[in-house]
């Protein structure tokens, strides 16, 4: 089949729940020629929202410790129930009815001090126990999670996207494609993003330390950024 027929009978079979792996399976082709068709249709489907509504929210998480470090404008009202938890990288989970037992769920890991939207997960179709086992997972790494507004996990990885890009940073390849899942932005960001007002760089593990140095000096001398390397 060519490749419209191929999106379309993606298409299909993800109304029906399908996981991405169980659509490659179906179809007889490989994974990656299935996932970045499913998260075209993800952001077609949020974009278009059903009629210009987005699909209903059925949960927003994001790891305790996210505003460490950050400044956030107090009229928000936004809590981070453990502040003093580990800063500088964030993760957020938000979920959306795809059908009335099953979630559109995506995942995004920001660093807000510097570097944006360092990777993504999803969006993939789970079921209400699915989700809780993979929550649990997803945030393993932090000391816990909290419920959010939805408008709170859009200032931090919409924020954290636009403050790298300032300082000449693009964030994850396949950032824009999962974005929609959050809705709508506009900004500017209630949030002042970088430690403490300053860029702070702490390498990833599949980060290019000296690129990133190089394009921050770019932008700003050496007393105008930290870095940790």
Not at 66 to 78: F, H, M, Q, T
Not at 185 to 197: C, D, K, M, N, S
Request: glycine content about 10%; charged content about 30%.
């Amino acid at each position: 089949m060519d490749s419209a027929e191929l999106k379309e009978r993606v298409r299909e079979l993800r109304a029906e729940g399908r996981s991405p792996k169980e659509i490659a399976r179906a179809l007889k082709v490989p994974p990656s020629a299935v996932a970045p068709l499913v998260r075209a249709i993800a952001a077609e489907d949020a974009a278009a929202g059903g009629g210009g509504r987005e699909p209903e929210l059925a949960g927003c998480w994001i790891s305790v410790g996210w505003s460490n470090g950050l400044g956030v404008d107090p009229a928000r009202g936004w809590a981070d129930e453990a502040p003093d938890a580990d800063g500088g990288m964030v993760s957020v989970l938000v979920a959306r009815r795809h059908t009335w037992d099953r979630m559109t769920v995506a995942g995004y890991l920001a660093d807000v001090y510097c570097t944006g939207v360092k990777n993504v997960i999803g969006p993939d179709v789970l079921d209400e126990r699915e989700l809780r086992r993979f929550r649990e997972y997803f945030f393993s790494d932090y000391k816990g999670f909290q419920e959010a507004p939805i408008e709170l996990a859009r200032h931090l990885v919409f924020g954290a996207d636009d403050y790298a890009r300032s300082l000449g940073i693009g964030s994850h390849e396949e950032f824009e494609q999962v974005s929609p899942l959050l809705g709508a932005w506009e900004g500017p960001a209630a949030i002042t993003f970088g430690r403490g007002g300053r860029p702070y760089y702490v390498p990833g593990p599949h980060d290019d330390p000296p690129k990133v140095i190089r394009i921050l000096r770019r932008k700003l001398s050496y007393d105008e950024f930290d870095y940790d390397i």
